[in-house]
């Protein structure tokens, strides 16, 4: 494919309805060196813009957020051309003014996850990212803009703080959170924002709020909670849904070339050639494209 494409990573719910907005559909199973994606890849025309979808937790919603195979899925986007990538994910909230139902463009993370492989070059070489500003403020500044025009509730930047799970917080930790200067808490976020930098794309994070985390004290039973969050999540993703198609159907300029992201990887890697796996490189050879 040799068109620049905008890639879309989305959770269950969200693939069928993303499915509605694009023609020529298409679909594609893509191995790569770190196996196979989490589902297949459905392909089309999406607004302005040629697009790729992924089921970041598998059909069926078979992979929870630790075995989630977060590089192979990085990998088989930018194989496929992916220059671009919208980050999709529900998220609870640690601020009372993030509210349940709203979007929040998010701008930075703390990391908390442990047992996730969160680089492409283990046993390759040693590559270092800069990775102080861990999503693409161009691309964030360009979402701003339309959540503003088209007047969904945004919040524009957030700190996502991204635990292992799957288990949620103890109140003890999501009161540790907010204390560290956390926003919202999640378990998806990374290594999939690090293996984007790696891979030179251009990567946004659109937060869908579930509920307030357990920091704040929900009234009523879990059935009635479980029905809140649900109906939460519903109006999220609906937002969601509008925002990222008013994105695709804009004029803005979302596949630039000359970003720093799709440069991540000029001065990054370290080692002597003579040091490096000339096989292993050779497999990654698609990332430095």
Not at 51 to 67: C, D, L
Not at 82 to 100: K, M, N, Y
Not at 165 to 174: I, K, L, V
Request: aromatic share 8%; hydrophobic share 35%.
């Amino acid at each position: 494919m040799a068109e620049p494409v905008i890639g879309i990573i989305g959770g269950t719910g969200l693939g069928s309805a993303v499915r509605e907005y694009m023609t020529d559909v298409s679909s594609e199973q893509v191995d790569t060196p770190f196996g196979s994606a989490s589902d297949e890849i459905i392909l089309g025309k999406f607004g302005n813009y040629r697009a790729a979808f992924i089921n970041r937790h598998g059909s069926g919603h078979k992979y929870s957020p630790s075995r989630v195979p977060y590089a192979a899925n990085i990998y088989a986007l930018k194989k496929l051309g992916v220059r671009t990538l919208i980050s999709i994910g529900a998220v609870g909230s640690l601020r009372e003014q993030i509210q349940p139902g709203q979007l929040v463009l998010a701008d930075q993370f703390i990391d908390k996850t442990y047992s996730r492989a969160n680089t492409f070059f283990d046993g390759a070489a040693a590559v270092h990212c800069e990775f102080s500003h861990p999503t693409c403020d161009r691309l964030r500044a360009e979402f701003a803009k339309i959540t503003t025009q088209q007047k969904f509730n945004t919040h524009n930047g957030g700190c996502y703080v991204c635990m292992e799970g799957p288990q949620f917080s103890t109140r003890a930790e999501s009161l540790m959170h907010r204390s560290w200067g956390g926003d919202l808490i999640g378990m998806t976020a990374l290594p999939e924002a690090k293996l984007a930098r790696e891979a030179q794309i251009c990567y946004v994070l659109l937060c869908l709020v579930s509920d307030y985390d357990c920091w704040k004290e929900h009234s009523g039973d879990g059935e009635g909670l479980l029905a809140e969050i649900l109906a939460n999540i519903k109006q999220a993703t609906d937002n969601c849904l509008g925002l990222v198609n008013a994105v695709m159907n804009s004029q803005a300029e979302f596949l630039s070339n000359d970003c720093t992201c799709r440069k991540s990887l000029e001065k990054a890697l370290w080692t002597n050639p003579k040091q490096q796996d000339e096989e292993k490189i050779r497999k990654l050879s698609v990332l430095f494209k």
